[in-house]
């Protein structure tokens, strides 16, 4: 892909972790107008939807197995396993869940999630399909992935079947990932350029507007539409960079914000748990900008000085294992 392509993917990637964090960690309006929620659907939608997309234009370069897989773990694996180990530990949690938690099932019924892992459910959902993604291109090669759409309109039809908005059960979750799949498809593929001329004709700001009312819960039968609203947003900038949303996604605080954001997500309940997110509304409220400010810096340092050792070990590894 080219750099603007790249550089409106991690602006998304930006906005996905601003909008988790807010409704996270801020109030984003009265209660009954359940915007934190929404803002919170709104980020892990564009998340899963930039994880499909990435995922598949990895695996459509017809990448060994294994280099994938070493490569995926050793990017999510060492932050994850040291945070749930602290938070673990914190929450004097029981044996079956420390195990449901390291090897990434803990969001499956019956759920093992604890006060600070909640927001891990995501993190079992990307492994779970990492492996599942990592099976089938094994058995069936690149041709395997032509499956994927066909895969998200099964999981969207379980959704609309049981009734279920939004979950963080991984099937009923799965379709949000498979549209952002199914997405890097038909922009690689190119095997009908009329969808793509389509997709850069399509009016970006209703549709980010459709895309707001499907993660809302007022939005009704529209979050079942809500994987490919995030999918045909995402893909509207991709071949349209020069729009002005692709311009206002091109920033550099969003792609500094893209670079520590996997460390942001993985830290943040934790902070929330401690002093500096402790007392009554309005104290609470006070001591944010410091525990931004704390998140930030230990984002930072997480990133550049941990993970990316991490990172650079994975590619060594996943180079030796081509060789071998």
């Known amino acids: 892909m080219s750099g603007p392509r790249l550089e409106v993917l991690d602006g998304w990637r930006g906005v996905s972790i601003l909008c988790v964090l807010a ?21 892990m939608s564009l998340f899963f939807t930039l994880s499909g997309f990435l995922i598949t234009s990895f695996l459509l370069k017809d990448p060994p197995v294994s280099d994938f897989l070493v490569r995926r773990f050793f990017r999510i694996l060492p932050l994850a396993w040291l945070y749930l180990a602290l938070a673990l530990t914190l929450a004097g949690a029981s044996a079956d869940t420390w195990l449901s938690h390291f090897f990434f099932y803990a969001n499956l019924p019956p759920v093992h999630l604890v006060t600070l892992t909640e927001h891990i459910w995501s993190l079992c959902l ?51 990932i498979l549209a952002g799949c199914t997405l890097a498809l038909l922009v690689h ?68 914000l893209a ?22 509304v309005i104290v609470k409220y006070l001591k944010r900008p410091l525990l931004f400010a704390v998140l930030f810096v230990l984002a930072h340092i997480s990133t550049f000085y941990f993970e990316h050792w991490w990172i650079a070990r994975g590619k060594l590894m996943a180079n030796k294992l081509k060789t071998a």
Request: one cysteine or more; aromatic letters at 12%; proline letters at 5%.
């Open 23 to 43: 409704a996270h960690l801020l109030p984003m309006g009265p209660k009954v107008l359940q915007m934190n929620a929404m803002f919170g659907l709104l980020g």
């Open 259 to 280: 670079t520590i954001s996997y460390a942001l997500y993985v830290i943040h309940p934790l902070l929330a748990h401690t002093w500096l997110g402790s007392g009554d």
């Open 126 to 176: 990307e492994m779970q399909f990492y492996l599942g993604i990592a099976l089938l291109f094994a058995l069936f090669g690149v041709r395997s992935l032509l499956l994927l759409p066909l895969s998200a309109l099964f999981f969207t039809g379980l959704r609309i079947t049981d009734g279920v908005y939004a979950s963080s059960i991984s099937y009923y979750r799965m379709d949000e």
């Open 189 to 256: 593929h190119r095997s009908d350029l009329r969808v793509l001329a389509w997709l850069k004709k399509i009016p970006q700001w209703p549709l980010l507007l459709l895309l707001l009312v499907s993660c809302h819960e007022q939005g009704a039968a529209l979050n079942y539409l809500r994987p490919y609203l995030a999918a045909l947003l995402v893909g509207s900038t991709i071949v349209n960079p020069a729009g002005m949303l692709a311009a206002m996604l091109n920033r550099r605080v969003l792609v500094y």
